[in-house]
């Protein structure tokens, strides 16, 4: 295996290689008059974290800005102020999140998990140990699209930036007919068009000089289930073993959750990498922009159906039908659309009130129709 990547470029502010720049600093001006000092989260475990800061990583305790709101726990990723001593230290307040990933918790509840923050790229691993689950892939796509609006909601500095999502087919070195790999790298761009689709193996090297070229700029997230390479790709990249990895099953490729914590690692060769853990559920939060770039070819066969507000499920005119029957759009594709579509509905509907309305609005409209056709259905038989 031989791979190479262009040196990291010299600093002269001990942070700027963790992301530190002239924008950061003029946000921590006024805690600067305070006494206090920066540093960014480089992990998270039980209500205490580590922080790099100019002197080097610290042991911080977050009690000081434990909020009502999950979605501003302190977070791997985060730029936060600190004491400038004592043991541990304490982080004061965390600076304006550029953008952060989001996916909904677990709970019946509308509450969002941030997974990272203050990224600028976002790579989605699929493992091709198993079977594509192009499904999946939409999901992943669809909030890393939405990134940017999860920052907005976070009082983010600069909520028009998204993340830029590229998908890497890991462990590529077990396809080794190139026919085969280059289909399989044809179907993901057909549901991701206009993503970077890298096929990339911690084995034999292969798509990793490209690789590193994307994540020596600015801060990356690794995301995917358990097994999909996530920490074996991080160890690649670092040039040594950091994270702990254990093999996946052959069954469903699958493996144990070796990663328990999010990890912020500094790339020998420029660039910072966060590590993950396997994520089971990937649950959408507010990812309505998202899913409708996603779908982007279903949005725009909508604008062409006779009604605005088509369901495209029976109406007359549905341009979206119309391209189902004529075999221009996948059957999958529509179902995942209207799925990804139903849960996002959901999940926004918890905290609005006009969405739950015009929700409501339209189950009354559907049992209507369905209990006008079943009393014409009837006076036929009669």
């Keep these: 295996m031989s791979f190479s990547f262009s040196p990291a470029p010299s600093s002269a502010h001990p942070l700027t290689p963790y992301g530190w720049d002239e924008d950061w600093a003029a946000a921590f001006s006024p805690y ?13 475990d039980r209500g205490q974290c580590d922080v790099i800061t100019a002197d080097g990583t610290v042991r911080a305790d977050t009690a000081f800005v434990v909020p009502r ?3 501003r ?3 791997t990723g985060d730029w936060v102020a600190l004491d400038a001593d004592g043991d541990p230290r304490f982080v004061r307040t965390l600076l304006p999140r550029r953008t952060a990933f989001v996916r909904s918790t677990s709970s019946q509840r509308s509450e969002g998990q941030v997974l990272a923050t203050n990224i600028d790229h ?3 691993c699929v493992s091709l140990a198993v079977e594509l689950d192009l499904g999946r892939l939409e999901r992943f796509h669809a909030l890393a699209l939405s990134s940017s609006s999860g920052a907005a909601l976070l009082g983010g500095q600069d909520a028009g930036h998204t993340p830029e999502p590229v998908v890497l087919l890991t462990k590529a070195d077990l396809v080794p007919d190139a026919a085969t790999l280059s289909h399989l790298v044809q179907d993901v761009e057909a549901i991701a068009p206009g993503v970077q689709v890298l096929p990339v193996s911690s084995t034999t090297g292969e798509g990793l000089d490209v690789f590193g070229a994307v994540v020596s700029g600015g801060t990356s997230v690794l995301l995917g ?15 040594q073993d950091v994270m702990d990895v254990q093999a996946a099953r052959d069954v469903d490729g699958k493996g ?39 779908f982007s070819e279903i949005e725009e066969l909508a604008t062409r159906c006779r009604f605005h507000d088509c369901a495209h499920e029976a109406e007359p005119g549905c341009a979206v039908l119309g391209a189902l029957e004529d075999g221009v759009l996948p059957q999958r594709r529509l179902d995942s659309y209207r799925k990804l579509i139903r849960e996002n509905q959901r999940i926004v509907a918890k905290t609005d009130a006009r969405v739950r309305s015009e929700i409501l609005r339209d189950w009354k409209r559907k049992g209507a129709e369905g209990r006008a056709a079943m009393q014409a259905k009837r006076g036929r038989v009669r």
Excluded: F, W
């Design 32 to 44: 600067a008059e305070q006494g206090l000092v920066p540093g960014r989260v480089v992990r998270v």
């Design 69 to 71: 709101d999950p979605m």
């Design 73 to 75: 726990i302190v977070c």
């Design 122 to 124: 976002i790579a989605i």
């Design 225 to 239: 289930i358990s097994g999909a390479g996530k920490s074996t790709l991080a160890n690649t990249l670092l040039g």
């Design 256 to 294: 144990r959750h070796t990663t328990t914590t999010r990890n912020l690692l500094v790339l020998p060769h420029g660039g910072v990498l966060i590590d993950t853990p396997g994520l089971r559920g990937v649950g959408l939060y507010d990812a309505g922009t998202g899913v409708g770039e996603v």
